[in-house]
């Protein structure tokens, strides 16, 4: 299903107490599928109790580059569920587990 070039990568985040997400998995999560050559979205899921919620997450990463800034801002500006900030932090994680991963030498 996912090309040879491409690497799954999961950000995770402290949902907010009060969140049916921390009721229900403790943590919010958000996985990724990136290609590793220039760093593209290709698919991505979150840990959300609703299904609009997960699609309009994918609406905000798929087809963005990783190192895209303006991606915490879009999510800042359009995402206003109460697990903003870990959805924020998640991707944080996941950038940063992406940026160590392609700084290996192949």
Not at 61 to 75: A, H, L, Q, T, Y
Not at 76 to 97: E, P, T
């Amino acid at each position: 299903m996912y090309d040879k070039n491409t690497i799954f990568i999961i950000g995770d985040a402290k949902a907010p107490q009060n969140n049916p997400i921390t009721k229900k998995y403790n943590q919010y999560f958000l996985a990724m599928v990136v290609a590793q050559t220039d760093g593209k979205i290709i698919d991505v899921e979150c840990s959300a109790t609703v299904d609009i919620t997960k699609r309009f997450v994918q609406s905000l990463f798929i087809g963005r580059n990783m190192d895209d800034p303006s991606i915490v801002e879009d999510i800042s500006q359009r995402y206003f569920g109460s697990s903003q900030k870990a959805l924020i932090v998640a991707f944080n994680d996941a950038l940063k587990k992406y940026q160590a991963i392609t700084a290996l030498p192949n």
